[in-house]
């Protein structure tokens, strides 16, 4: 029994190094961290079953090894609980925030028991545990492993990592996929494609991890196969290739530090020419970090050139962080909680991040790992977190003419280093904590045991927790099964909808797994759009019972969206986006509008596009005090936003002043000219002054810039119409139906014409 229980516990962690940076599948909205962190699990949580049977059940003895780092470890995994536990987010700081999934509880602790895994059944070489002079070299009874077994897997992986995204860059799989008549999931196609990461600087950032190690093999005279000296320039080729300077700048300070290190300790003294290696590797990062000699060609050849992730500046990022920490004492210690930046980001953003070209993109995570640590998990988390990696570095630093654990020290140093100017994803945070682990393993560290065969009633107390953890284990796969089912559900409905198939597969998405706001919102949007088509029908084609059950479905969901969500932007703005729209239908529905769109203002205080919307909504309630406040608030965000400056030029129009918002508007036609919101307003009120010819130049632009603009199209026909050109006019107006079918005003207005 013994021995089929440590079978399935070397599988399943062998499996687990092997197969994590390949691991993806096509089934999930996001095919990478999603899967990964199944896979994470359920491999974990079969080894770890089985390790415990096997002492409980088997062996009737606990045994565990004892290392330094375990009481740090443990510190900051209960850190991490307790932020959970006090989360502003309680499902993204328990799954990880919905299409980044990496950073939730439960991966951290899948990773935190693995981490035990490895260090209490891995020695460093072979079985041999006794020195020439007696003294005791392990005492691990059974191992495992070793860790130099555990690399060669680990490189292994690696190796069909980089091929992989060579295939994908050089357009391989594209080329495989017309000879296989489209046969290859479209994930594959893009030349960004590569198994580790949804981007190829996340693959960049994992291979400097990699160059590291195998350098650092090669110092130490452990490693200087032809194999692993190709995986090294294979893996310097991609970084090349993909040019990204977090990369860069984690192997110049990497191996910086490591050179200080090797000449103030000496220990290369004996032989110094292995140290032109990292040499050699500084100065090609420092060539590519300030000038890439490939970067003019690349831009030259567009077919060449690769998309680039956009990530989160790192100012931005740590004034978010401490913004956070400012918010109170709970945030100051605990933080938002685990897996929340999303909601750090909202609320703490600065000013400044609207000027920039990034700004309406609502960042998820961080551009440093150690900032986010600190704004969702707070001071105790980053204090462990430091702790943890402290404790490392200070054991190697008393055993460090012991080289065993140098590679892995060395290759955690540049793990570190780069938590610093990027964020973790699962491959990396994976990364994290194994070479933590081999570091560990790599000590001469003591085994403690715990008979229990002497303590019958303690041992029948531990098989009893153990059966009701294999209860929860169960429970947790039922539960992961109905989830991972509805993400299936959710995929598929993507691609059909607005179709009924896609709203059916939707509402059984929500069923499988009800507490997920994203499903509730995108089913909300859903019914909207679905309202939205059926009011654009000729009345006497309309279903008004068909109308009053989509609103009634749409609020529903928007509601149950800011019940199980009251902290998410996205829920309350869905909320007032779905009030808004029916508001002309609804008794009511602007005021609740209204309150909606406060809520998110609360969650986001420097969005000019929540501040325009409410005042949007004032101004229809002719609220021009309150409507003006929220203008002006939305140009303190964001000074250049047209459409508040718009907005607020138009509060004249209302208030039956045309001159003075004729005026304002053409003063910002001359700041903005290619906007075609603002002409197409330039253009409505030359209209309603009875300047034609004026209002038909204004269109005419608006529809240069944007030639599909349905308004812009629909009143340069009226305005040909009144200016007498009449075929002009009918040919704008089938212009707009053409893009809106059905639309009874336009076709009525054509019968007019002809």
């Given at each position: 029994?013994?021995?089929?229980?440590?079978?399935?516990?070397?599988?399943?962690?062998?499996?687990?190094?092997?197969?994590?940076?390949?691991?993806?599948?096509?089934?999930?909205?996001?095919?990478?961290?999603?899967?990964?962190?199944?896979?994470?699990?359920?491999?974990?949580?079969?080894?770890?079953?089985?390790?415990?049977?096997?002492?409980?059940?088997?062996?009737?003895?606990?045994?565990?090894?004892?290392?330094?780092?375990?009481?740090?470890?443990?510190?900051?995994?209960?850190?991490?609980?307790?932020?959970?536990?006090?989360?502003?987010?309680?499902?993204?700081?328990?799954?990880?925030?919905?299409?980044?999934?990496?950073?939730?509880?439960?991966?951290?602790?899948?990773?935190?028991?693995?981490?035990?895994?490895?260090?209490?059944?891995?020695?460093?070489?072979?079985?041999?545990?006794?020195?020439?002079?007696?003294?005791?070299?392990?005492?691990?009874?059974?191992?495992?492993?070793?860790?130099?077994?555990?690399?060669?897997?680990?490189?292994?992986?690696?190796?069909?990592?980089?091929?992989?995204?060579?295939?994908?860059?050089?357009?391989?799989?594209?080329?495989?996929?017309?000879?296989?008549?489209?046969?290859?999931?479209?994930?594959?196609?893009?030349?960004?494609?590569?198994?580790?990461?949804?981007?190829?600087?996340?693959?960049?950032?994992?291979?400097?991890?990699?160059?590291?190690?195998?350098?650092?093999?090669y110092l130490k005279s452990q490693l200087k196969k032809v194999g692993m000296l190709v995986l090294l320039f294979l893996s310097l080729g991609l970084l090349i290739i993909v040019d990204f300077s977090p990369a860069w700048i984690t192997l110049i300070v990497s191996f910086s530090l490591f050179l200080i290190f090797a000449l103030k300790t000496r220990i290369f003294k004996e032989n110094i020419n292995p140290l032109l290696l990292p040499i050699f590797l500084i100065g090609i990062s420092v060539i590519f970090l300030v000038s890439n000699p490939l970067r003019d060609t690349q831009t030259e050849l567009t077919q060449f050139a690769l998309p680039q992730e956009q990530v989160l500046e790192q100012g931005i990022s740590w004034k978010v962080a401490f913004g956070t920490m400012g918010?109170?004492?709970?945030?100051?210690?605990?933080?938002?909680?685990?897996?929340?930046?999303?909601?750090?980001?909202?609320?703490?953003?600065?000013?400044?991040?609207?000027?920039?070209?990034?700004?309406?993109?609502?960042?998820?995570r961080a551009g440093s790992h150690i900032a986010e640590i600190l704004g969702t998990i707070g001071v105790l988390g980053i204090i462990s977190y430091l702790a943890l990696i402290g404790v490392l570095f200070l054991v190697f630093w008393f055993l460090r003419q012991k080289l065993e654990s140098f590679p892995y020290v060395m290759t955690f140093l540049a793990i570190f280093i780069g938590q610093f100017v990027y964020y973790q994803n699962t491959i990396l945070i994976f990364t994290f904590w194994f070479i933590l682990a081999l570091s560990v393993a790599s000590w001469r560290t003591t085994e403690k045991t715990f008979s229990l065969k002497r303590f019958p009633e303690l041992s029948l107390i531990f098989s009893a927790f153990l059966v009701l953890f294999y209860l929860l284990i169960?429970?947790?796969?039922?539960?992961?099964?109905?989830?991972?089912?509805?993400?299936?559900?959710?995929?598929?409905?993507?691609?059909?909808?607005?179709?009924?198939?896609?709203?059916?597969?939707?509402?059984?998405?929500?069923?499988?797994?009800?507490?997920?706001?994203?499903?509730?919102?995108?089913?909300?949007?859903?019914?909207?759009?679905?309202?939205?088509?059926?009011?654009?029908?000729?009345?006497?084609?309309?279903?008004?019972?068909?109308?009053?059950?989509?609103?009634?479905?749409?609020?529903?969901?928007?509601?149950?969206?800011?019940?199980?969500?009251?902290?998410?932007?996205?829920?309350?703005?869905?909320?007032?986006?779905?009030?808004?729209?029916?508001?002309?239908?609804?008794?009511?529905?602007?005021?609740?509008?209204?309150?909606?769109?406060?809520?998110?203002?609360?969650?986001?205080?420097?969005?000019?596009?929540?501040?325009?919307?409410?005042?949007?909504?004032?101004?229809?309630?002719?609220?021009?005090?309150?409507?003006?406040?929220?203008?002006?608030?939305?140009?303190?965000?964001?000074?250049?936003?047209?459409?508040?400056?718009?907005?607020?030029?138009?509060?004249?129009?209302?208030?039956?002043?045309?001159?003075?918002?004729?005026?304002?508007?053409?003063?910002?036609?001359?700041?903005?000219?290619?906007?075609?919101?603002?002409?197409?307003?330039?253009?409505?009120?030359?209209?309603?002054?009875?300047?034609?010819?004026?209002?038909?130049?204004?269109?005419?632009?608006?529809?240069?810039?944007?030639?599909?603009?349905?308004?812009?199209?629909?009143?340069?026909?009226?305005?040909?119409?009144?200016?007498?050109?009449?075929?002009?006019?009918?040919?704008?107006?089938?212009?707009?139906?053409?893009?809106?079918?059905?639309?009874?005003?336009?076709?009525?207005?054509?019968?007019?014409?002809?």
């Amino acid at each position: 029994m013994a021995k089929t229980l440590d079978k399935i516990i070397k599988f399943s962690l062998y499996s687990l190094i092997f197969l994590l940076p390949l691991f993806w599948l096509p089934f999930s909205f996001e095919a990478y961290e999603f899967n990964k962190q199944y896979l994470l699990f359920f491999l974990v949580s079969i080894a770890f079953s089985a390790w415990l049977a096997k002492m409980v059940f088997v062996e009737k003895e606990i045994r565990f090894r004892r290392t330094p780092l375990d009481i740090p470890v443990l510190l900051f995994l209960l850190t991490a609980i307790i932020s959970a536990i006090f989360s502003v987010d309680k499902n993204s700081s328990l799954f990880g925030f919905y299409g980044r999934f990496s950073n939730g509880l439960i991966g951290l602790l899948c990773l935190g028991v693995f981490y035990f895994l490895i260090t209490s059944n891995t020695i460093f070489r072979g079985e041999q545990r006794e020195k020439d002079d007696g003294e005791k070299k392990q005492t691990i009874s059974h191992p495992l492993f070793t860790v130099p077994s555990l690399t060669r897997v680990f490189f292994s992986s690696t190796f069909l990592v980089v091929l992989i995204s060579y295939l994908s860059i050089f357009g391989a799989w594209s080329k495989l996929n017309n000879l296989l008549g489209q046969k290859l999931p479209l994930l594959m196609l893009p030349r960004i494609f590569n198994p580790v990461s949804g981007s190829l600087e996340g693959l960049t950032m994992f291979l400097s991890i990699v160059v590291v190690l195998i350098t650092s093999f090669y110092l130490k005279s452990q490693l200087k196969k032809v194999g692993m000296l190709v995986l090294l320039f294979l893996s310097l080729g991609l970084l090349i290739i993909v040019d990204f300077s977090p990369a860069w700048i984690t192997l110049i300070v990497s191996f910086s530090l490591f050179l200080i290190f090797a000449l103030k300790t000496r220990i290369f003294k004996e032989n110094i020419n292995p140290l032109l290696l990292p040499i050699f590797l500084i100065g090609i990062s420092v060539i590519f970090l300030v000038s890439n000699p490939l970067r003019d060609t690349q831009t030259e050849l567009t077919q060449f050139a690769l998309p680039q992730e956009q990530v989160l500046e790192q100012g931005i990022s740590w004034k978010v962080a401490f913004g956070t920490m400012g918010e109170s004492l709970k945030s100051g210690l605990l933080g938002s909680g685990i897996g929340t930046f999303h909601y750090d980001f909202l609320k703490q953003k600065p000013a400044e991040f609207n000027e920039t070209p990034l700004w309406q993109i609502r960042f998820d995570r961080a551009g440093s790992h150690i900032a986010e640590i600190l704004g969702t998990i707070g001071v105790l988390g980053i204090i462990s977190y430091l702790a943890l990696i402290g404790v490392l570095f200070l054991v190697f630093w008393f055993l460090r003419q012991k080289l065993e654990s140098f590679p892995y020290v060395m290759t955690f140093l540049a793990i570190f280093i780069g938590q610093f100017v990027y964020y973790q994803n699962t491959i990396l945070i994976f990364t994290f904590w194994f070479i933590l682990a081999l570091s560990v393993a790599s000590w001469r560290t003591t085994e403690k045991t715990f008979s229990l065969k002497r303590f019958p009633e303690l041992s029948l107390i531990f098989s009893a927790f153990l059966v009701l953890f294999y209860l929860l284990i169960g429970g947790a796969y039922y539960f992961g099964a109905k989830f991972y089912l509805a993400e299936v559900n959710y995929t598929k409905s993507q691609i059909m909808l607005p179709a009924e198939g896609g709203v059916k597969l939707l509402e059984k998405a929500i069923n499988l797994n009800p507490k997920l706001t994203h499903y509730q919102i995108a089913l909300a949007r859903t019914y909207l759009f679905q309202f939205a088509e059926e009011m654009k029908k000729p009345l006497e084609e309309q279903n008004s019972m068909k109308i009053q059950s989509l609103t009634a479905k749409a609020v529903d969901q928007a509601k149950s969206a800011t019940e199980i969500s009251p902290n998410s932007v996205v829920a309350w703005e869905t909320s007032g986006v779905v009030y808004r729209d029916i508001q002309f239908l609804t008794t009511g529905a602007t005021e609740w509008a209204i309150k909606a769109f406060e809520e998110a203002i609360k969650l986001e205080r420097k969005s000019p596009v929540l501040y325009t919307e409410l005042g949007k909504l004032y101004l229809v309630l002719n609220n021009f005090e309150k409507a003006e406040e929220n203008f002006v608030k939305a140009k303190d965000s964001k000074p250049d936003y047209v459409d508040a400056l718009i907005q607020e030029a138009l509060i004249y129009e209302k208030k039956n002043n045309l001159d003075e918002a004729l005026s304002k508007i053409e003063e910002l036609a001359i700041s903005y000219p290619l906007d075609a919101k603002l002409r197409f307003q330039l253009g409505r009120l030359y209209f309603n002054k009875g300047k034609i010819e004026e209002a038909i130049f204004q269109f005419e632009r608006a529809l240069i810039i944007m030639p599909n603009y349905s308004d812009a199209l629909y009143s340069l026909g009226i305005a040909y119409a009144k200016g007498g050109e009449k075929d002009k006019a009918i040919a704008a107006l089938e212009r707009v139906l053409e893009l809106n079918p059905g639309n009874q005003d336009v076709i009525q207005k054509l019968e007019e014409l002809e």
